[in-house]
Nanobody
Framework: QVQLVESGGGLVQAGGSLRLSCATSGGTFSRYAMGWFRQAPAKEREFVTS????????ESQDSVKGRFTISRDNGKNTVFLQMNNLKPEDTAIYYC????????????????????WGQGTQVTVSS
């Protein structure tokens, strides 16, 4: 079965950076679209950014454009989220997700598109 494990979260001051990793196993990672989502206290899970498995197409929410970058290393079955210039409103639990049913060029932006989820890693940004 497909499993995803996030790591790299922590406490950082506003303006700082973090790099999250999501290691996958149990499937064909190179053929999955991958996404990052986040959930703050008392709020629903929301889309952050995603990447297709062919062509390098990416999507992202407006609030993180220019600050967050998603990338993947198919040889290591790992997807990354580089987060720069972090803001207090970025505080949330960050989840990675895999979509095994998408077209090769697709980078879905909705939670319902993804079938497999990690356990999450906490990111806290202080002012």
């Amino acid at each position: 079965q497909v499993q995803l494990v996030e790591s790299g979260g922590g406490l950082v001051q506003a303006g700082g950076s973090l790099r999250l990793s999501c290691a996958t196993s149990g499937g064909t990672f190179s053929r999955y679209a991958m996404g990052w989502f986040r959930q703050a206290p008392a709020k629903e899970r929301e889309f952050v950014t995603s990447i297709a498995w062919i062509g390098g197409r990416t999507e992202s929410q407006d609030s993180v454009k220019g600050r967050f970058t998603i990338s993947r290393d198919n040889g290591k079955n790992t997807v990354f989220l580089q987060m720069n210039n972090l803001k207090p409103e970025d505080t949330a639990i960050y989840y990675c997700a895999a979509d095994i049913n998408s077209h090769p060029w697709s980078a879905p932006t909705t939670t319902t598109a993804y079938e497999h989820w990690g356990q999450g890693t906490q990111v806290t940004v202080s002012s």
